[in-house]
C-alpha cells in the first residue's frame, strides 16, 4: 500500500467512526499526478475529490512549506464549499507520512 493511502486510512480509524466516503475532500502529497491518480483508485473514491486545487505539478511546494500548504488548502476549500471533513497525507522526511483530518 502506498504510505499516502496508509496515512489517510490510519487517520480515518483514529477519528473514530469516519469511513473514507465520509471524507469530503482528500489532500495527498504527490511528485507527480499519478501519484494522486493511484492514491484516488486505491481509496476508492472519485479523482475529482482529490487534490481538488491541483498540486506540486500545478503550482509547486514552496521551500519548507508543504506541509502548511497541504493542511490550508483542503481547510480553505471545505470552508468555501459549506464545511466538511478532509484526508490531508503530509510527507516527512523519512519515507514516511502522516495523516491528518480536517473538519472546516
Not at 6 to 16: F, L, N, Q, T
Not at 45 to 69: C, D, E, Q, W
Amino acid at each position: 500500500m502506498d504510505p499516502e493511502v496508509g496515512a489517510v486510512r490510519d487517520a480515518r480509524r483514529r477519528g473514530g467512526t469516519l469511513g473514507v466516503p465520509d471524507l469530503a475532500l482528500f489532500e495527498i502529497h504527490e511528485e507527480s499526478a499519478g501519484v494522486a491518480a493511484e492514491a484516488a483508485r486505491t481509496l476508492g473514491v472519485p479523482l475529482g475529490r482529490v487534490k481538488v486545487n491541483g498540486g506540486a505539478p500545478a503550482f509547486g511546494h514552496v521551500v519548507g512549506m508543504s506541509g502548511a500548504r497541504m493542511v490550508l488548502t483542503p481547510a480553505y476549500e471545505l470552508r468555501r464549499r459549506g464545511g466538511g471533513t478532509g484526508g490531508v497525507a503530509v510527507p516527512a522526511d523519512d519515507g514516511q507520512h502522516e495523516g491528518l483530518l480536517i473538519n472546516a
